[in-house]
Each structure stands twice: as C-alpha cells, then as structure tokens.
C-alpha cells in the first residue's frame, strides 16, 4: 500500500491543497470522517493533471464526484480526495444529437438541460442523484434507463495517458462496469452520450412523473440511496421489509419506514452504526430467505483499507 507524504503533495500543489478536511458534507448521507488532502478538479483536464501528479507521487487517492454512493468511515480517508467539479456541457444538435459532457457534471443537471433543448433519452437521469463520472463509473440508472443504454463513449486517463473507450469496452452488467469491477486505475474525464430529438413539454413531463414516482416510493433525507443490490429477480426492498426489518434502528440510522433498502441519517450517525445495521439486515435476510444481500454502496476509508 502506498503511503501519503504531505510535503511531497503541498510541493507538486502548493495552494490547491486542502490539509485535514471533513468529508460527511461531501457526502449524500452527510457521514464520514477527515481527509488527510482535498483537492478541486474545475475541469477535465485539470482532473487529468492532478490524477496524473497523484500517480507520479504514488499518493492514495479517491476520486468523489457526488458522494451519494459511498458510506465513508468516521476514522477518515488516509489520502487524497479529488473532488470532481469539471462542469463543462456541449450539446451536438444535429440529425443524431448527442452531449459531451466533463465528468463533475450532475446527471440532474445535465437531464435538465437537454430537456430545455428539446433533447430526450436522459429523463431517467433527472432523479438520480450524482456526477456523470459515478454514473458511468457503477452504471447508474432508474425508471428503466441507465446509462449502458445511453453512453456512446468515455475519455478515461490510463497509466498509458488519455484514452477513447467505446460503451462496449466497459461491459456494462447491473450497476456494474468493468472499471468497478476490476478496479481498473484510471478517471473518467468525459463521456458523449446520446439524445434523440423531442418535445421539450413532453420531455419535463416525462421527468415531473419519475420526480413525482421518486416522491411516493422513496424516502427524503440523508441517505445513500439503495444499500443493497437487487438479487436477481426480486427486489432487496421487498426482502427486508418482509424481514420485517422496516423501521430498524441502531444509534441514529434507521431502515426507513417507507423503502425497505434506504438507511436514513437522523444526524450525528456514526459509521459504524450503519455497518452493524447492515451486518443485522444481511445475517437476518440469509435466515429468514437463504438470500446473500450484495452491498451497492462502497464502503470507504481507513478501517477498510
Ligand atoms: C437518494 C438516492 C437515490 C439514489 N437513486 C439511485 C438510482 O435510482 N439509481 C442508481 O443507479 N443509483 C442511485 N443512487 C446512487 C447514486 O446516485 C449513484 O450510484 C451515482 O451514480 C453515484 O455518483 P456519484 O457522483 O455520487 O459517485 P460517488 O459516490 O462520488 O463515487 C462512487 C464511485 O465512483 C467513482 N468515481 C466517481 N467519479 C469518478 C470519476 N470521474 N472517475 C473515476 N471514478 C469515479 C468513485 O471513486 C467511487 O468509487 C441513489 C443515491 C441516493 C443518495
């Protein structure tokens, strides 16, 4: 494992390093401890170049684009976080309409506005929390999209430099790539995704309904979104709550009393507290339905290193 040398990072970024940062604001579930480093990535290639100087000084790091998929450890991250802030969208709006978008781009943000522009295929998207880079990273999806059905290519920077990857060189499979799957050193610095031409009042109508759907079924505040994998052909959701799971609490997070696979923060929750909740949900599922619940959400930081 390689090992973090602050001086060694403060002289490759001088200003641009942030020492000892807390992270749970950076997260959806508003848990996590501190950073040893942050540092902003405002576009692709900045991405590119502070990935590559990271490398260059064997640093750990993470990338974190909206935090909405990962439980962070209260003891922190011993390493760099690259949070994704590379914004840029160009809309191509020809016969076959397309979008290149930076990967710190939010999925609802970028729905929003091909929607505005007439463009539909990303309605799905609208309510899906996170960046472009973590929805190409663990193919996210909703509301029968994802985006293996939607991704045209990805510029990724490799060890061997800036690369073009075709949808296909990812294999795609359920909320999984072959970048997650065989933690493939690179970051994901663009991606083109493609449109189809539309009605913009449709298209937001479309997405008012997946909001409104979202609404009814999922519970608000802080959360990670869905904990567990969905096994094959039923639902981690319905197990649970059959389980009669719903509503479990231990310390400050509790199984929500609306969606079985939804851990809400009631504040303050530690992480260890949502990893027995997780541990309790897994050994009681298995007894009750002889099911393995698979975790969807990355557990990070320094007790799982
Ligand atoms: C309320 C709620 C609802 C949700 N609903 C859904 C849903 O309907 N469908 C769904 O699929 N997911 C859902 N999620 C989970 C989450 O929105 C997705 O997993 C999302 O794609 C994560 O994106 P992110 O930017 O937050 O990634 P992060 O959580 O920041 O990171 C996740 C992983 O991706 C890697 N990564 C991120 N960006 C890059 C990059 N540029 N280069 C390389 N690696 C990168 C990170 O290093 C990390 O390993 C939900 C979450 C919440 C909180």
């Known amino acids: 494992m390689t090992k973090l040398s602050l001086p060694t ?24 401890g501190k950073a040893d480093a942050l540092i902003i990535a405002n576009s692709a290639d900045d991405l590119a170049e502070i990935i590559s100087l990271l490398w260059e000084t064997n640093s750990p790091y993470l990338v974190l684009g909206g935090g909405s998929n990962l439980l962070i450890s209260d003891k922190g991250f011993s390493g760099v976080i690259v949070l994704n802030k590379a914004k840029a969208i160009r809309f191509i709006e020809d016969e076959d309409p397309s979008v290149l978008v930076e990967s710190g781009v939010t999925m609802s943000r970028l729905a929003n506005q091909a929607a505005t522009k007439g463009l539909a295929g990303l309605e799905w998207a609208a309510t899906v929390p996170g960046t472009v880079g973590g929805a190409v990273y663990g193919n996210a999806g909703a509301f029968g999209g994802d985006m293996a059905g939607c991704l045209l290519h990805l510029e990724l920077l490799t ?29 994901i610095l663009s991606a083109e995704i493609k449109l189809t031409k539309g009605e913009q009042v449709e298209i937001q109508g479309r997405m008012r309904g997946f909001i409104q759907k979202r609404k009814l079924t999922q519970p608000p505040g802080a959360s990670m979104g869905s904990m567990f994998k969905n096994p094959e052909g039923d639902f981690a959701g319905r197990l649970i709550e059959d389980a009669g799971l719903k509503g479990t609490r231990i310390g400050n997070v509790e199984i929500s009393t609306k969606h079985g696979n939804f851990f809400i923060n009631h504040g303050e929750t530690k992480s260890n507290d949502v990893i027995a909740l997780i541990e309790l949900v897994q050994k009681t599922v298995f007894e009750k339905f002889g099911e393995k619940l698979e975790l969807e959400v990355e557990i990070i930081g320094k007790e799982h290193e």
């Open 9 to 32: 990072l403060r002289a490759a970024f001088g200003d641009k390093l942030q020492e000892n940062i807390s992270l749970a604001a950076y997260t959806s579930a508003r848990i996590g």
């Open 159 to 187: 060890e061997n430099g800036r690369e073009n990857w075709d949808v296909s060189a990812l294999e795609y499979a359920y909320r999984s790539s072959k970048l997650k799957r065989d933690a493939i050193k690179c970051a």
